[in-house]
């Protein structure tokens, strides 16, 4: 479907520019096209497209560059700031056709976008390079990022379940096993937070053969959108609603982080939450690990944790969470699942996230005081302190 093909007049009805910069109707080889003169860190935006991309699987165009450059496309898709987006490298001299599969398009920061609800398209130039466009379109299939597509770049065979899909070369993983478990997981979760609904693709988990290759794998990823990834940190990672791991023998199928990165993923696939380690995510994560993954010793140190806790102010305020505290957020979760008074907070919270992509219990205006009070009260309940 041709959304633009710039051979109408008009393009002021059809497209505006933000930060500068000058754009023109002007005759090329094959008709007509946007010729756009930016300013650095200038735009161009569709005024509008079809808002429903669930059945489209790739945004195409055509383009060239007086010089070397780079471009980043964007699609708005949601509430306020939320859009998908991708860096695009453009070689300078003749027309290059650009093919960009939706599922490789990396969710901007702040409120998380829907394919569902799209808003325009939009070009972001990076420097005062010239650069024409034309034949802006979309192609039928789907905009979510299949485990085949990921498999394609981390190796591995893929394994599906109803709602995982495990991708691993290890020959020593139950991968069958794995992707029940973790099936398992998903409608605990869809059961505990029914208005998320199911995901419409298989949340993949990547299991690499060890911890060399799962890090160079998060890297490869992270290419894989066109951005920079570091090498993690942790024995867990997800990227881009991508689960990843590593291998160990000792622990199996049954290794506690599988779970732990899959309910990020899964999250990912089916709200608008941000994933940047807030509370909200790690709780979930934490909640449903130990849920699956119960560990002994997990209430003398929690207890030790909350007779000396991290203000609420600070571990629900949105922003990252240190590992240490993931105990903490456990609480929280536990109280707002269980606690008559507290269940309906969390949908408040999703609301807000997909308005703002802020977690921040003090921004929703939460008595910090009596969930304080009442985690304490919870914990204390269910561990017989």
């Not at 485990?147 to 893929?158: D, K, L, N, Q």
Request: charged share 20%; hydrophobic share 40%.
């Amino acid at each position: 479907m041709i959304l633009f093909d710039f051979e109408a007049t008009g393009l002021a009805d059809q497209w505006q520019m933000a930060r500068g910069g000058q754009a023109s109707r002007e005759a090329c080889e094959s008709g007509w096209c946007l010729h756009v003169k930016p300013a650095p860190q200038s735009g161009i935006g569709s005024r509008q497209v079809p808002s429903d991309w669930t059945g489209f699987g790739k945004l195409t165009f055509r383009a060239r560059a007086a010089a070397d450059t780079s471009v980043e496309v964007r699609v708005p898709a949601g509430e306020g700031r939320a859009a998908y987006w991708r860096r695009v490298d453009l070689r300078g001299g003749s027309w290059q056709t650009v093919r960009l599969p939706l599922g490789w398009l990396r969710r901007a920061e702040g409120p998380a976008p829907s394919w569902s609800t799209v808003k325009a398209v939009s070009f972001t130039f990076r420097d005062a390079t010239e650069v024409w466009l034309d034949d802006v379109a979309v192609s039928a299939g789907s905009p979510f990022l299949s485990p085949e597509a990921v498999a394609t770049v981390t190796g591995g065979h893929v394994t599906l379940g109803r709602y995982a899909a495990v991708i691993s070369a290890v020959p020593s993983l139950d991968a069958s096993a794995l992707a029940s478990r973790l099936d398992a997981v998903a409608e605990a979760v869809l059961a505990d937070i029914p208005f998320l609904g199911a995901p419409a693709a298989p949340v993949p988990l990547v299991v690499f053969p060890d911890e060399p290759s799962y890090r160079d794998g998060v890297v490869r990823i992270g290419a894989a959108f066109a951005a920079r990834a570091d090498s993690p940190g942790h024995d867990g990672h997800t990227i881009e609603g991508i689960a990843t791991s590593s291998w160990d023998a000792a622990q199996g199928f049954a290794r506690p982080v599988y779970t732990h990165e899959f309910v990020h993923a899964l999250l990912t696939a089916t709200s608008t939450l941000p994933n940047s380690g807030e509370w909200l995510q790690e709780g979930l994560a934490s909640w449903y690990q130990l849920r699956f993954h119960p560990q002994p010793s997990f209430a003398d140190g929690l207890r030790r944790h909350l007779d000396r806790p991290l203000p609420l102010s600070r571990l629900c305020d949105g922003a990252h969470v240190q590992a240490q505290y993931y105990g903490e957020t456990w609480t929280v979760i536990g109280t707002m699942l269980e606690e008559p008074s507290w269940t309906g907070t969390l949908p408040r919270v999703f609301e807000a996230a997909a308005r703002t992509g802020s977690t921040s219990l003090v921004s929703l205006g939460v008595d910090l005081a009596a969930l304080d009070r009442d985690r304490r009260g919870w914990a204390a309940r269910r561990f017989g302190w």
